[in-house]
């Protein structure tokens, strides 16, 4: 079945920098990449997905980016603030399956 | 706009107790999935509904049991509760006609406490 990695596992940046999250994902069949964020004590919120299809896709300060031939997926959040503090996690999907397979999630602490 | 709604919000059980969480999916959406999230965990994918039918299944134990009611609302049934089921279950939901790489938006969660 997919496998889902995610690195790193805790993230801390300074207010206005970048943060990146990488994943890497087992199944060439899966094709469809969102990204969600949780916040303590509440339900994942989609932030943003990519499928496989495109190579990059950018939402403001947020952007993903795919590479099939590596089967990795990275976020990008640019001009970080300290509310984009959270747990973000990847997810992994495919045409044959209703279910997403997350990755181990990554602690992001933007430092004001 | 109206989000996935589900109850209760906490509930705590004894052992070898069951119960039953609620799930009420986005209007007009016609899939419902269930996940279980333990602390400091990703969530763990557990089953499926695509228009009421089961649609994927994934490691939920035999002592769980879910379905998809005619309005589309989703109940996740777990009986003979262990300290181990203590976890959030969140339930997600989304418009899939079919297809199932659509956007699943999920509920607040409800926590389970089994003591």
């Known amino acids: 079945g997919e496998n889902v990695e995610q690195h790193p596992s805790t993230l801390s940046v300074q207010e206005g920098d970048s943060a990146v999250i990488k994943c890497t994902y087992s199944d060439s069949a899966s094709n469809y990449f969102p990204w969600y964020k949780q916040e303590l004590g509440k339900g994942p919120q989609l932030i943003i997905d990519?499928?496989?299809?495109?190579g990059e896709k950018k939402d403001q300060r947020i952007a993903v980016t795919l590479n099939k031939t590596a089967k990795h997926f990275s976020l990008h959040i640019t001009e970080t603030q300290p509310e984009d503090s959270a747990v973000y996690f990847c997810?992994?999907?495919?045409?044959?399956?209703?279910?997403?397979?997350f990755g181990s999630g990554t602690r992001l602490l933007v430092r004001p | 706009a109206a989000g996935v709604i589900q109850s209760p919000r906490h509930l705590i059980k004894e052992k070898r107790e069951t119960a039953t969480l609620k799930c009420y999916p986005i209007p007009r959406h016609d899939t419902v999935y269930w996940y279980q999230q333990g602390p400091g965990q990703d969530p763990q994918f557990l089953i499926s509904?695509?228009?009421?039918?089961?649609?994927d299944k994934g490691s939920i134990p035999d002592r769980f049991s879910a379905q998809q009611f005619s309005d589309y609302h989703s109940e996740l049934n777990m009986s003979s509760l262990e300290l181990g089921d203590s976890a959030l279950y969140f339930c997600?939901?989304?418009?899939?006609?079919?297809?199932?790489?659509?956007?699943?938006?999920f509920g607040q969660g409800t926590r389970l406490t089994v003591v």
């Open positions: 997600a939901s989304s418009f899939s006609i079919g297809t199932p790489n659509t956007e699943a938006f």
């Open positions: 990519i499928r496989s299809n495109v």
């Open positions: 509904f695509y228009e009421k039918m089961q649609s």
């Open positions: 997810a992994a999907s495919m045409d044959s399956s209703y279910k997403l397979i």
